[in-house]
């Protein structure tokens, strides 16, 4: 069954008066000890859903603050197992009616639901993170130069490997994620050249699971320690964990992704052999998508955020991967290449 959580909370409203709020549907209301318009944001989770430590974390880490530093209430949505385009455009459209307003939806396969939910609700403003497929003037595309912080990684990881065999682990086999593997390759490869990319996909669309299954990452990864890498980054959502399970569990290095996977709770005893992670400014492009439409200028069309604005990075919370100053001084100078544009990252392997 197609679940749906909704979270409410005005800062400066009475707790009645929240409940109150959240008891009408989440609909917008007026704040009766002040007259202030109470505003309303919503997202739609992907596959895995709220939990996955990675991709729907962090857009929920965008929605939190913007409940917080706005004074808004807030709607989640999540996914069902083997949901189909209407539970989609079932789910946003009931988002969209309940006054919610932007309504998000978390990854690119949102788009055909957005397209039908958007034309119906013109003066609700939708934002798809990671598509530009579809376009209207109340659809913002929240999209990310993935390739160029995966480029970073696989310079991370040619570096740190000692083998000289590193592993891609990709999800589910779309454009999307041949971004990450291409970047990745690039990455290592002008490192070393002589360095052995290991890659397999888990599961090929129409079929999902690839982003939400931890043992089918898991797998993968032992079967990449079999053949020697010592260094495994998995694009892969909450598959990933799997594989940061399994690779842990060897003493080898893991690269995480979308969040800071090394300040992940669910992570915590996988954290000393999590070395960097891919790093996207989903929760801030979620913050500044709310905060547009707070403003009463709503974004619209491609919202790019690439390296050059910090929207993706390599994050360097681990303290071990600090102590390695040639590691380091190779990706930073990786980074002002890219940006200077020197370096002309490849979005397809």
Request: aromatic share 6%; with cysteine; glycine share 10%.
């Amino acid at each position: 069954m197609r679940r749906i959580t909704r979270i409410a909370t005005v800062g400066i409203a009475s707790a009645a008066l929240a409940l109150s709020a959240t008891a009408c549907g989440g609909k917008k209301s007026s704040d009766t000890s002040t007259g202030k318009k109470e505003e309303s944001a919503a997202i739609a989770y992907d596959v895995g859903g709220r939990g996955d430590q990675s991709f729907n974390d962090a857009a929920y880490e965008g929605l939190e603050k913007a409940q917080k530093d706005l004074q808004i209430k807030v709607a989640q949505a999540e996914p069902s197992d083997g949901e189909g385009e209407a539970d989609k455009v079932q789910r946003l459209t009931e988002l969209a009616r309940n006054g919610n307003n932007p309504v998000i939806g978390v990854g690119f396969a949102y788009a055909p639901a957005i397209k039908k939910v958007a034309e119906k609700y013109p003066k609700t403003t939708f934002g798809i993170i990671d598509d530009t497929s579809v376009t209207a003037p109340n659809i913002a595309n929240l999209v990310f130069n993935e390739e160029q912080g995966s480029y970073l990684a696989g310079v991370a990881a040619a570096k740190a490997s000692k083998t000289g065999t590193v592993g891609f682990i990709g999800g589910v086999e779309v454009p999307l994620i041949k971004k990450f593997e291409a970047g990745f390759a690039q990455g290592v490869k002008d490192t070393n050249p002589n360095a052995k990319v290991l890659t397999q996909y888990l599961t090929q669309p129409p079929n999902f699971d690839g982003f939400s299954k931890p043992d089918l990452g898991k797998a993968a990864a032992e079967g990449q320690l079999d053949k020697g890498a010592d260094v495994i980054y998995a694009a892969a959502g909450l598959a990933g964990s799997g594989a940061i399970e399994a690779t842990a569990a060897k003493g080898k290095w893991a690269i995480g992704v979308d969040s800071d996977q090394y300040n992940q709770a669910g992570l915590a005893k996988y954290k000393d052999h999590i070395l960097t992670s891919v790093t996207k400014q989903v929760s801030q492009s979620v913050y500044n998508l709310i905060k547009s439409v707070e403003d009463g200028k709503p974004q619209s069309g491609e919202i790019r955020y690439g390296l050059d604005k910090d929207g993706v990075g390599l994050a360097d919370s681990n303290p071990e991967y600090k102590k390695m100053t040639d590691l380091v001084a190779a990706v930073d100078k990786a980074k002002a290449d890219i940006i200077a544009k020197k370096i002309e990252v490849k979005t397809a392997p």
